[in-house]
């Protein structure tokens, strides 16, 4: 972890949306440079104050994927504690309707090297420590996919 983003986000709770994107048996997912580190999760982000769930996370998947979504359904939700990091995060269904999908911004401190959808295959190709924790909990695309309730990363 970079010092900027411990200072941004070290220290409080940040609520954060996600979305499983689907494309046939591939999963959307965001590769992000964090210093020297690669970190791969679903696209998604910090809910601003006021902003409505659903916003936030079609604003964040336009930002990083370049993609228009539809928000289908809410799945489940975990929690990430790691000092100095708390993060609550609420995973959705979401389903592409427009927009051609490219490596976008992050307005935060992560730079965003690629946006891939890849098949499960590849997924668990990514060494752990640069997966979302949920994923990591996931033998199989169809665990992903059950998924529901709350969890602990």
């Not at 228009?68 to 708390?86: D, Q, R, S, W, Y």
């Not at 051609?100 to 668990?124: H, M």
Request: proline share 5%.
């Amino acid at each position: 972890m970079t010092p900027e983003i411990a200072e941004i986000y070290g220290n409080k709770v940040r609520l954060r949306v996600c979305g499983l994107c689907w494309q046939e048996e591939s999963l959307l997912l965001i590769m992000h440079r964090m210093g020297d580190n690669d970190f791969w999760a679903p696209p998604g982000g910090g809910v601003e104050y006021g902003e409505a769930i659903e916003d936030a996370l079609k604003r964040e998947f336009l930002e990083e994927t370049g993609l228009t979504v539809a928000v289908e359904k809410f799945l489940f939700g975990c929690e990430f504690i790691k000092n100095p990091l708390h993060a609550v995060e609420l995973f959705f269904e979401v389903k592409k309707v427009a927009g051609v999908l490219k490596s976008g911004y992050d307005p935060e401190l992560q730079l965003i090297e690629s946006a891939q959808f890849l098949s499960w295959k590849n997924v668990k190709n990514i060494p752990e420590k640069s997966l979302h924790g949920i994923i990591n909990k996931c033998p199989d695309l169809d665990s992903l996919r059950q998924l529901r309730g709350f969890y602990s990363i």
